[in-house]
């Protein structure tokens, strides 16, 4: 029963492949009990066990790190662990911390719950202040987030000033560059301290895996970030890494189909007259366009339709139940298009009210999607 477990046995060696391997593994071992460490930073001292990366995971925070042009990224099990990973790692009980009101939510509730919980002061600026949000800083200032363009309302920010104002006050500013794949839009280059995305989106770009990263530009950062990922047991899964890690041998060509077919639904939506206004950075009507043109060098999949006033939710709900080929569901970053309804009622965002529709364009034909569009518009008649 022993040769079940120390086996003899041997596949040949040399098989070369074109995939990264597969490499499970809770355990490393050590050649003797003298080297024997549970040191996390493996970069430095090599592996040491399974949580803090195999080299299927390390591999692909190399290569998110090569992309984002960073010093080193993390890999967390999903993109909200990578925004906790950065709160946890980078704040503590006395600080404040600022995020623009259209953060994405969960990173929000997160702040609002859990950070004030652990007795960090939060607060909300608004994501087109730019330079301006100097008169919001306080002396605990530590950290500053951006998220451009914004979850649902898709405003752009100005990031550089924002990053100005953030080193002059001795913040970091951090960002979330996960609808640009941080690819069309270089974060470093424009002053970000930090990067995180959600991988489960376009590096998956499959809609079957929950992957996130943190990318830093320096060492100091990196070994506050490495550190909590240690304690808080972030580890991700070396299947999904390797899934992630074929995604982005097609992230280029699946990139600019969707940002094709979205610029092209976005165009004719917003000739429409059920719209009011479509909200695509790419297009003028969409708040921060000339800052989209100055900073970035794409879009994507995903923007919002903000329907004629005289529509009222129940209309819009039909709208988005006509859809055949839109699915509705939350994930984008697939081949599958999505749509999904929002309520905007507070005083701090745009009174969209119900008349908010985020699509995602995925990789089905684009006068098949038109088609859907048109058909389910026709319905709110
Ligand atoms: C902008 C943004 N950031 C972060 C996340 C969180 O990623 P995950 O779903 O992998 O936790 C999402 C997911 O919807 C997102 O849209």
Not at 9 to 14: I, L
Not at 158 to 181: F, K, Q, S, Y
Not at 251 to 266: C, F, G, H, I, Q
Not at 281 to 308: N, Y
Request: include cysteine; charged fraction near 20%.
């Amino acid at each position: 029963m022993t040769k079940l477990i120390h086996s003899d046995a041997k596949a040949p060696e040399g098989f070369r492949s074109l995939a990264t391997p597969v490499y499970r593994g809770s355990t490393v071992l050590f050649p003797r009990a003298e080297a024997a460490t549970d040191e996390w930073n493996q970069h430095e001292i090599g592996y040491t066990y399974g949580l803090y990366g195999t080299p299927t995971t390390l591999e692909l925070g190399a290569r998110i790190c090569e992309l984002e042009k960073g010093f080193r990224t993390i890999i967390t099990p999903g993109g909200q662990a990578a925004i906790s990973l950065i709160h946890l790692a980078l704040l503590q009980a006395g600080d404040h911390v600022l995020l623009p009101e259209s953060i994405y939510g969960p990173n929000r509730v997160f702040s609002n719950r859990l950070l004030r919980r652990f007795g960090v002061e939060v607060g909300y600026y608004p994501p087109e202040a730019g330079g301006d949000i100097s008169s919001l800083f306080k002396n605990n200032t530590k950290l500053l987030w951006c998220e451009s363009p914004g979850s649902i309302t898709m405003e752009v920010q100005d990031v550089p000033a924002i990053a100005e104002a953030a080193h002059r006050h001795g913040a970091l500013l951090v960002m979330d560059n996960t609808w640009a794949a941080g690819i069309y839009f270089d974060a470093f280059a424009h002053g970000v301290d930090v990067t995180m995305q959600a991988l489960t989106k376009y590096v998956g770009g499959h809609s079957d895996l929950l992957l996130g990263s943190v990318t830093v530009r320096d060492a100091k950062i990196y070994e506050r970030l490495g550190e909590t990922q240690y304690v808080a047991g972030y580890a991700a899964s070396p299947d999904d890494c390797s899934l992630a890690l074929r995604g982005m041998k097609t992230m280029a060509v699946r990139l600019k189909a969707v940002e094709r077919s979205a610029l092209e639904l976005a165009r004719w939506l917003s000739a429409r007259p059920e719209v009011e206004v479509v909200l695509h950075p790419a297009l003028p009507s969409c708040p921060g366009h000339e800052i989209w043109k100055r900073d970035f060098t794409g879009s994507t999949g995903l923007f919002s339709v903000i329907f004629q006033r005289q529509y009222n939710r129940e209309q819009v709900l039909k709208f988005v139940n006509a859809l055949e080929l839109f699915k509705i569901g939350y994930s984008w970053g697939g081949v599958t298009s999505l749509a999904m309804t929002y309520e905007l009622h507070s005083a701090k965002r745009p009174r969209y009210e119900h008349r908010l529709v985020r699509l995602y364009t995925g990789l089905e034909s684009i006068d098949d999607l038109k088609a859907d569009v048109e058909q389910a518009l026709a319905q709110l008649k």
